[in-house]
C-alpha cells in the first residue's frame, strides 16, 4: 500500500484558489491512475490524501512505484493551472507481509508517511 499526502496543499488553496485546488486533486488522482495497472486499486483517502493498493507487488517494486509516481507529480505541468504553481507528495510504503491485518496495513503506510514528511516533504519512506 502507498499513501500519498500532497505537500503544503493548504498553500495552493489559500494562494491559488479551492477551484485551483480541486484541479489539481483531479489531476493527481489521474496521474495515479495512468501510472498504475488496471489491477490496481487507487483511491482518495480524505482531504488531500490518496492511497495505492499495488497488487501482487513486493516492496523494492512498490518503492519504485512509489517513487515513480513521485515524479511524475513532482514534474507535471502545474503551470497549466496556475503560473508558479509547483505540486510535490509525500508518499509512505507498507507490506501486507509486515502486518497482521489490513487495518494494520493502513496504519502501517500512515507512519511511513510521517516519517516522509517529517524528513522533507517530496520522499518516499
Known amino acids: 500500500m502507498l499513501m500519498f499526502d500532497l505537500d503544503d ?3 495552493v488553496n489559500d494562494t491559488w484558489s479551492h477551484t485551483v485546488g480541486d484541479d489539481v486533486l483531479q489531476q493527481v488522482a489521474e496521474l495515479l491512475r495512468s501510472g498504475t495497472r488496471p489491477s490496481d486499486v487507487c483511491a482518495r483517502f480524505g482531504g488531500e490524501e490518496f492511497v495505492v493498493v499495488l ?16 515524479r511524475s507529480i ?13 505540486v510535490t507528495a509525500s508518499i509512505g510504503v507498507a507490506d501486507l507481509a509486515d502486518v497482521p491485518d489490513p487495518r494494520s496495513l493502513i496504519m502501517a503506510a500512515d507512519r511511513a508517511l510521517y516519517r516522509a514528511k517529517h524528513a522533507g516533504t517530496d520522499q518516499v519512506h
Not at 57 to 69: K, N, S
Not at 78 to 86: E, F, I, S, T
Open 9 to 11: 496543499f493548504k498553500q
Open 74 to 86: 513532482r514534474h507535471h505541468d502545474w503551470g497549466q493551472l496556475a503560473d508558479g504553481l509547483v
Open 55 to 70: 497488487t501482487d507487488c513486493d516492496r523494492r517494486r512498490a518503492g519504485q512505484v512509489a517513487d515513480e509516481l513521485r
